[in-house]
């Protein structure tokens, strides 16, 4: 479902007014487009997480979308803010020696690398393999590194760095 | 996806709703220019105007206007950052900060130039510029932090730096009406170092404080 401008925009500018009808209405067609935003750019597993916490920070921020200005960009930088914390979490968890815990890869993590094969493949080939096999595949850290050559610290110090350089790229999309 | 849980979110946090005041760039400008004119006023009642300010040299008048336009962008990158959107542009400060650069670039040319050594030129401009600048742009440190506290900045370490610029900018600005220094040297070691320092600690310091 794409969002009509307009539309959204006049439920915000009702939700700002305190209207809970034009709130709930407002919440779910974020909800749609979210889904959307981040099937597109991050693991099926993480989606859930994603969405529910921009729909929060949407609800916490809601003072900082001004009328005059479109709905959707306000709601894709929220959404987009929300991505890069959750890539440096990524990246501090594994500094923190906590990445190694496999998550089952499923079908649907195949789309997510639709734009993210684009990101990915401006970082060094070693990161992206390292950040394709734990990030997106599920691989734990000893598996992936069997699968790439690379020692298990240099997995995680390609996924550190990987995650970094990624959080950066899209902060500056 | 969970959609019972997220319906049960979205109900919550429709229940919880209150009506909002938008926030405005205007409103928040208002307290900016308030907090600059605030350290003016404190600087120039304690410590007096420069006695030739409408008859500044083209030097330091050239320096004033430079950096004041250094804070000017930097404030306005600030306080758009604190309303988010895809596509908008926050970096107008970088030019401005790239223009001021001639400030350092001349200071360091004289310094080499041999007519005086730069040390002896620095020594000979010890006057409490430094700290007086850094104080000076507390009220606008202060005023475009709250607003962005507020606010949502997608990128709080850009949103630190520019903190810190437009404050140290604006402090040095404010403290241009009162030295009576006319030095590139001094002008670029004291009121430029002020700005630096400045922005460095606002990034330093500041992005943990912004993140939401």
Redesign the interface.
């Given at each position: 479902m794409s969002l009509d401008e307009p539309s959204v925009a006049r439920l915000m500018a009702a939700?700002?007014?305190?209207?809970?009808a034009a709130?709930?209405a407002l919440?779910?067609d974020c909800?749609t487009w979210l889904?959307r935003y981040f099937a597109r750019r991050c693991a099926t597993y993480q989606?859930?997480d994603l969405?529910?916490e921009t729909?929060?920070?949407l609800?916490?921020?809601?003072?900082?979308?001004?009328?005059g200005?479109?709905f959707l960009?306000?709601l894709?930088?929220?959404a987009?803010?929300r991505w890069?914390?959750m890539l440096r979490r990524q990246r501090n968890e594994i500094e923190l020696g906590e990445g190694d815990v496999a998550i089952g890869a499923q079908d649907e993590a195949v789309h997510a690398r639709l734009s993210l094969d684009r990101l990915l493949a401006l970082l060094p080939a070693g990161q992206a393999q390292a950040i394709t096999l734990v990030k997106i595949g599920g691989a734990s850290i000893a598996e992936a590194s069997r699968i790439s050559g690379q020692s298990e610290s240099l997995v995680k110090v390609n996924i550190h760095r990987g995650l970094k350089r990624l959080a950066g790229l899209v902060?500056s999309? | 996806?969970?959609d019972a849980?997220?319906d049960g979110?979205?109900?919550g946090?429709?229940?919880?709703?209150?009506?909002?005041?938008?926030?405005?760039?205007t409103r928040a400008s208002l307290w900016v220019g308030a907090g600059w004119l605030a350290a003016t006023a404190l600087l120039l009642w304690f410590f007096g105007m420069r006695h030739d300010l409408a008859a500044m040299p083209v030097l330091s008048m050239l320096s004033f206007w430079l950096i004041a336009a250094v804070a000017i962008a930097a404030i306005w990158s600030a306080l758009r950052m604190?309303?988010?959107?895809?596509?908008?542009d926050y970096g107008g400060w970088r030019w401005t900060a790239l223009a001021a650069l001639a400030l350092p670039l001349s200071a360091l040319f004289v310094g080499l130039g041999g007519e005086r050594s730069a040390i002896e030129a620095a020594r000979a401009g010890v006057y409490p510029c430094f700290p007086m600048a850094l104080a000076c742009g507390l009220g606008v440190g202060a005023a475009l932090f709250i607003w962005l506290r507020?606010?949502?900045p997608?990128?709080p370490a850009l949103a630190g730096w520019v903190i810190g610029l437009g404050s140290g900018a604006s402090g040095a600005t404010i403290v241009a009406l009162h030295c009576p220094l006319d030095d590139v040297i001094h002008i670029a070691l004291w009121h430029g170092g002020a700005v630096l320092l400045a922005a460095v600690a606002g990034r330093l310091a500041l992005p943990p404080l912004l993140?939401?």
């Open positions: 939700s700002q007014r305190g209207d809970r709130y709930r919440l779910g909800h889904g989606i859930d969405v529910q729909l929060v920070s609800h916490r921020k809601r003072a900082t979308w001004d009328s200005r479109p960009p306000w894709a930088a929220i987009r803010y890069i914390d902060e999309e | 996806m969970k849980s997220i979110l979205i109900d946090l429709a229940d919880d709703l209150e009506p909002v005041r938008p926030r405005r760039i604190g309303l988010p959107g895809v596509g908008r507020a606010g949502a997608t990128s993140r939401w």
